[in-house]
Nanobody
């Protein structure tokens, strides 16, 4: 059974950085693209970043481009989201997502709070 676990969230001040991790198991991670999403209080879940199976191509939402970097280590079954220059608008629960065949697999999310 597919399992995704996000870690690395926390409380930081504006301008600081965090690195989120997504650890996956139960499927062959190296052949699937991975996406990061986030959901702020009272808002719909929104796309943040996308990395292809090999890691050769990445795509970002306009609101995070230039500040966030998605990467992956297929040997470790992990993906990462490096978040720099965080702002209060980045406060949200962050989720990693992999579509494995017909199954849309999500982690439980990790809370990121940016506040002074």
């Amino acid at each position: 059974q597919e399992l995704l676990v996000e870690t690395g969230g926390g409380l930081v001040q504006p301008g600081e950085s965090l690195r989120l991790s997504c650890t996956v198991s139960g499927f062959t991670f190296s052949i699937y693209d991975l996406r990061w999403y986030r959901q702020a209080p009272g808002k719909e879940r929104e796309f943040v970043a996308w990395i292809t199976d090999t890691g050769d191509t990445t795509t970002y939402a306009g609101s995070v481009r230039g500040r966030f970097t998605v990467s992956r280590d297929n040997d470790k079954n992990k993906a990462y989201l490096q978040m720099n220059n965080l702002t209060p608008e980045d406060t949200a629960v962050y989720y990693c997502n992999v579509v494995v065949g017909p199954r849309d697999c999500w982690g439980q999310g990790t809370q990121v709070t940016v506040s002074s």
